[in-house]
C-alpha cells in the first residue's frame, strides 16, 4: 500500500468514526480527548534552536508511539476487555 493509498485510508476511518460520534449519544468530551490526546507528546517536543517542524529527540518516541494505530487499537481492546462501556465513562 502507497503512502497515498494509506492516508486515503486513514481518512476514510476518521470520517467513519466522527459520523458514528455523532450519531451515537454518549460523552461528547471523551472524542474530543480522544482526538487530542495524540498531539499531547508536541508539547515536550518544543525546544529553543529547533528548525521549523523539528521535534526535540525527547518527544519523538511519544510522538510516534501514539501516532501508530497499535496504540488506539490497544486501548480500545483494553476498554472492551475491562467491560467499560458508555455509561461507566459518563
Known amino acids: ?11 476514510g476511518l476518521a ?7 455523532l450519531t451515537v449519544s454518549g460523552p461528547w468530551w471523551a472524542a474530543v480527548a480522544l482526538g487530542l ?17 523539528q521535534l526535540h529527540p525527547r518527544a519523538v518516541p511519544a510522538y510516534n ?3 501508530r494505530f497499535a496504540g488506539p487499537a490497544v486501548l480500545g ?7 467499560l462501556d458508555r455509561k461507566s465513562v459518563v
Open 77 to 83: 481492546v483494553v476498554l472492551v476487555a475491562l467491560g
Open 1 to 11: 500500500m502507497t503512502h497515498t493509498h494509506r492516508r486515503i485510508a486513514y481518512a
Open 37 to 53: 490526546a495524540p498531539d499531547l507528546p508536541l508539547l515536550a517536543g518544543f525546544a529553543p534552536g529547533l528548525r521549523q517542524g
Open 15 to 21: 470520517a467513519a468514526l466522527l459520523a458514528a460520534c
Open 65 to 67: 508511539a501514539v501516532h
